[in-house]
């Protein structure tokens, strides 16, 4: 299960200042699951989406499509998986998805950032431990997760490239959670757009659109080595065509 990320290996990531010591421990509450933590969760996030809204229309031209294929899942939860092209693009999904809980993984390093670690956690932001052994408990924690209707999102390209035309590598991660415990993978693709109307005014740079893919099922009668994969290239074919059927 190729789930880590080396940073040294990344491309393009956002190397910041990170002072404090963070390591995942074991019993690890990856859900955050508090009566209060929960209200102040969807009261913060509920009122940041106007702006939010406002926000990445203006500086990315963003449009959302595919939301009725979240119809599909009734009330189950899923892992979500998308490309990785710029660092806003998980507020992409995150207004995509709205009201349900989404729950991001992310480097365990991150947690050593000063301010930002508290903001992460509060959004969500769930840490990828860096000793296999806790990769099994979160593993449980967010199966458990997704069957309580909430998303988790997982990045299978592992690295951001921003603006990248096409897929990177997938690493395995969010597939093997998927085949492993019987959970839907909701796919998503951020594609581009030439700037219209007032846009053109500030835009150097492509407009973006996401859109959300109609769910893939894992295989049940498959070996679990075989459902992972034959889910990644599903997936990965799924995305393919759809960036295809975008660009024309």
Known sequence: ???????????????????????????YDYRLRHPVHDFFYYLVRLALHPFLYLFNHLMFGLRVSGRRNLRSLGRSGAVTVCNHVHPMDCTFLDFALLPRRVYYLTLESNFRIPIARHLIRFFGGVPLPERPRRVC???????????????????????MKPYADGLQDFRDGAFHLAAKRQLPVLPAVVTYRRPAGLLRLWKRKPCMRLTLLEPVFPDPALPRREATADLTARCRQAMEQAMSDLAQ
């Open 137 to 159: 408990e979160l593993f449980d924690e967010m199966a458990a997760a997704a069957k309580d209707g909430c998303f988790v999102q997982i990045y299978p390209e592992g690295v």
């Open 1 to 27: 299960m190729d789930l880590h990320i080396k940073e040294d290996e990344t491309e393009h990531v956002l190397h910041l200042w990170k002072p404090f010591r963070f390591e995942t421990p074991a019993g």
